[in-house]
């Protein structure tokens, strides 16, 4: 979960709906490449962060019992392969570019466990794999991976209320085409723009649906999951203007 504090309780976006926004957001740039590997990447840019963790009791509070967000857990060695798991069944490309993404998140943490080694070097002989079966140079590949990242990059910038204040501007991340990215607001409360102005649209609309809590804190995950399950829902929505 992303889990941003209100002035009376807190905002909880799924990790799985921040991957819909992440999609949106590659979806107004200009295509690229034959259509079955653009849809294959907004497919991965998708369902990037599916496979949550079941709660188990605690997993989603801390341990003063607010939910907790995704940034104090631990890497799950369960979702990460479960993730693959899926994208497998949607075919070489969606595998590739998930596994990419994996190892990116997760070479850092080389070292530390033998069964996460295990899955960083299959992650790592499975590229390629599937690159010389899909007959792609590591550019090609990483020219699509890299805006599944820039994209994933924006979407959390949103979704945690990290864009800056005083038309100050935040680096996104180096785009498909290696040109660094800039978000901005100029105004406060008005439209979003990106330098360089890299969508097709001059201007457009994104949004994802957050959960409202009222209630502080939970005994365990299923007092906050039933809580969830009960509060009212609000959509977010970002107005995107080419300045």
């Known amino acids: 979960m992303i889990v941003n ?19 949106q957001l590659a979806w107004h740039w200009q295509p690229f490449g034959p259509p079955d590997r653009w849809v294959g990447t907004l497919a991965a840019i998708t369902q990037h962060d599916d496979e949550q963790q079941e709660w188990d009791g605690h997993y989603g509070i801390t341990p003063a019992g607010a939910p ?35 190892s990116t998140l997760y070479e850092s943490l080389r070292g530390q466990d033998k069964q996460t080694d295990a899955f960083l ?21 990483a ?19 990290e864009l800056p204040e005083m038309s100050r ?24 723009t990106v330098q360089p102005w890299p969508f097709r649209d001059k201007e457009f609309v994104v949004t994802v649906e957050a959960t409202i809590l009222h209630q502080l804190q939970f005994k365990d995950d299923a007092e906050l999951a039933a809580a969830l399950r009960e509060a009212p829902i609000e959509t977010l929505s970002w107005e995107f203007n080419k300045q």
């Open 5 to 23: 504090h209100t002035p009376d309780g807190w905002q909880i976006i799924y990790q799985q709906a921040h991957g819909l926004l992440a999609a």
């Open 68 to 102: 907790a967000n995704f940034t104090m857990k631990e890497f799950s060695l369960e979702q990460a392969t479960g993730v693959m798991r899926a994208a497998r069944f949607q075919g070489r490309w969606r595998s590739l570019l998930t596994s990419l993404h994996m």
């Open 121 to 141: 070097d299959e992650q790592q002989a499975c590229q390629k794999k599937w690159l010389k079966e899909l007959k792609l140079t590591k550019k090609e590949a």
């Open 143 to 161: 020219r699509y991976y890299d805006l599944m990242h820039w994209a994933d990059r924006l979407s959390l910038i949103l979704c945690r209320q």
């Open 169 to 192: 501007t935040l680096e996104i991340y180096t785009g498909p085409d290696g040109q660094r990215y800039d978000v901005l607001r100029p105004q406060q409360d008005g439209p979003i």
